[in-house]
């Protein structure tokens, strides 16, 4: 089983800037990408953006150029640094691993985008 704990999230006003990790733990071994979706009240779940272990990258089109995410393979962790942040930003953010058993997610970390 895989573990993902999720840190980093918080208030923010528009314009600024947060950073996001979340570590995965337990049987990492068969993972191969790893994640962040989010998801407001009363909407669905959409990609954030997506890493592969070899570092190849997918940004959800409301994100592209102002979000890029990271991996860290020693460390088992990956990392959302996000700017020019919006208020249509704000939602409960989701880590997820990718592995031959399927996806795992993480709990959740709030992110809130208000001046």
């Known amino acids: 089983q895989v573990q993902l704990v999720e840190s980093g999230g918080g208030l923010v006003q528009p314009g600024g800037s947060l950073r996001l990790s979340c570590q995965a733990s337990?049987?990492?071994?068969?993972?191969?990408?790893m994640g962040w979706y989010r998801q407001a009240p009363g909407k669905e779940r959409e990609l954030v953006a997506t890493?592969?272990?070899?570092?190849?990258?997918n940004y959800g089109a409301s994100v592209k150029g102002r979000f890029t995410i990271s991996i860290n393979n020693s460390q088992n962790s990956v990392t959302l640094q996000m700017t020019s942040l919006k208020s249509e930003d704000t939602a409960v953010y989701l880590c997820?691993?990718?592995?031959?058993?399927?996806?795992?997610w993480g709990q959740g970390t709030q992110v809130t985008v208000s001046s």
């Open positions: 890493i592969t272990k070899d570092a190849l990258t």
């Open positions: 997820a691993s990718m592995g031959a058993r399927g996806t795992t």
């Open positions: 337990g049987s990492i071994s068969s993972i191969y990408a």
